[in-house]
C-alpha cells in the first residue's frame, strides 16, 4: 500500500516540467512588478494592503509590517476614498489627485478589480500636468491678445462696408473679410470661455432654479429657430432646481440645444426636457435631425471635431462647443450621454448627481 501511495504522489517529469515553467514565469512577473517605477499595490477584499513594488515602498513609506493595513492610512484624500468607492465603470477612468507629501507633484491613481482583489496603480503625472497648464496659459494669452486686434479689424470693416459708393467687387471682397473676421471673433471668445472653465477649478455655486433657466433656454432657441420654423417644445416634469454655476450652464445647455437647432432640417421637431430620475435629475435634447454616425460620437466633445467641416463652418460653429459642454459638466460631475441614428435624429441627455440637486423649498 505504502508503495503505491508512493507512485501516486510523485510528479511525472513532464507535471514537473510545466510546474517548473509556471513557477518561473511567476518569478518573472513578480520581478517586473518590482522593477516598475510606478507603484503598483495589492489589495484584499477589505482593502487592506497585501502586497507592494519598490516604487510603492518609497512613495507611501510602507514598512514590513504595513501588510494588512487599509489604504486609507496611507492616502488620505478625499477624491481617492469617492473614486475608490465609486462603480466599476468610473473605476477605468482613474483620479488625479495632488501628492499629499507634496502639493507641486500630480498622481493618477487607477484601480482594476480582479475578483475580490483590487490592483492598485499610482502614476506620477507632474510632467503632464505641467505641460497642460502651459498648454492652457498658451491659449488664453493667445486668444487674449488676439481679441483686441480682431475688433479693431471689424471695426474698420464695418465702416468701410457702409460706403454706398463702393465698387461692387470691393464690396464682396469686404463682406468676405467682414465674415472671416467674425468667425476668428467667434473661436477667440470660445477659446477664452473654455480656458476660463479649465482654469478655474472650483466655481461659486448657487442655488439654481432651472424651471426658470430652462425657460430662459427655451426663449433664446425661439428667437434663434426663427430663420429654421421649427416646433420646440419645453417639458419640465420636476420643480427640483441644481446647486451650481448659473452662467456656466446657462451657456452648456443653451449650446446643446442650438447644435439641435442648426443640425435639424427646417420645419423639423426638437424637445427640450427636464425630469427627475433615480439617479438625480435628467436634462435632455431631442430632435429628429440629420443624425450622427456612430464612429463619431466617441469624439464629438474634442476640441474642433467636425463631422462635416463644411456644414459646421456654414453655420457659424467653431467646433469648440460640445468641449466647453464637457468641462462644464464636468465640474458638476454630471455626465452626457449621446444617442443617435443617422436619418432619424440625436438625444443629448446630461445626468446631474443626486448631490447637486435641491428642490425650491431647501434651494
Excluded at 193 to 219: A, G, P, Q
Excluded at 233 to 247: F, N
Aim: proline share 3%; net charge negative.
Amino acid at each position: 500500500m505504502s508503495t503505491i501511495m508512493t507512485k501516486n504522489n510523485q510528479q511525472s517529469p513532464s507535471e514537473s516540467v510545466s510546474h517548473q515553467h509556471a513557477s518561473d514565469q511567476l518569478t518573472k512577473i513578480r520581478s517586473a512588478l518590482l522593477a516598475l517605477r510606478d507603484a503598483v499595490i495589492l489589495l484584499n477584499q477589505d482593502d487592506n494592503v497585501e502586497w507592494w513594488n519598490q516604487s510603492a515602498q518609497d512613495l507611501l513609506s510602507l514598512q514590513v509590517g504595513d501588510a494588512g493595513k487599509s489604504i486609507f492610512d496611507f492616502i488620505r484624500v478625499p477624491e481617492f476614498r469617492q473614486y475608490y468607492q465609486a462603480t466599476t465603470t468610473a473605476l477605468s477612468e482613474g483620479v488625479h489627485i495632488e501628492s499629499w507629501q507634496d502639493p507641486k507633484r500630480y498622481l493618477k491613481c487607477e484601480l482594476t478589480p480582479f475578483g475580490d482583489q483590487k490592483l492598485l496603480i499610482i502614476y506620477d503625472v507632474t510632467r503632464l500636468q505641467h505641460l497642460e497648464e502651459m498648454r492652457r496659459d498658451f491659449v488664453a494669452n493667445v486668444s487674449h491678445e488676439l481679441r483686441t486686434p480682431l475688433t479693431v479689424m471689424m471695426g474698420y470693416l464695418e465702416n468701410f462696408s457702409d460706403q454706398p459708393d463702393m465698387p461692387p467687387h470691393w464690396r464682396r471682397g469686404f463682406e468676405l473679410m467682414s465674415q472671416q473676421t467674425a468667425r476668428m471673433n467667434r473661436i477667440v471668445n470660445d477659446l477664452l470661455l473654455l480656458s476660463r472653465i479649465e482654469i478655474e477649478e472650483t466655481h461659486e455655486l448657487n442655488y439654481i432654479d432651472m424651471t426658470k433657466l430652462l425657460t430662459h433656454v427655451y426663449d433664446d432657441a425661439q428667437a434663434y429657430n426663427q430663420a429654421y420654423g421649427h416646433i420646440i417644445h419645453l417639458q419640465i416634469d420636476t420643480y427640483d432646481g441644481l446647486y451650481g454655476s448659473e452662467m456656466y450652464l446657462n451657456s452648456a445647455l443653451s449650446n446643446l440645444v442650438i447644435n439641435a437647432i442648426k443640425y435639424t432640417p427646417k420645419g423639423g421637431n426638437i424637445t427640450i426636457s427636464w425630469t427627475k430620475t433615480s439617479e438625480g435629475c435628467r436634462f435632455a435634447v431631442e430632435d429628429n435631425g440629420i443624425g450622427i454616425a456612430a464612429e463619431h460620437i466617441a469624439r464629438l466633445t474634442e476640441r474642433f471635431y467636425r463631422i462635416d467641416k463644411g456644414r459646421s463652418r456654414a453655420t457659424g460653429g467653431t467646433g469648440l462647443g460640445l468641449a466647453i459642454v464637457k468641462h462644464v459638466l464636468y465640474q458638476h460631475e454630471a455626465s452626457l450621454q449621446i444617442e443617435s441614428v443617422e436619418g432619424v435624429g440625436s438625444t443629448f441627455s446630461v445626468v446631474f448627481p443626486a448631490a447637486y440637486v435641491r428642490t425650491a423649498s431647501t434651494g
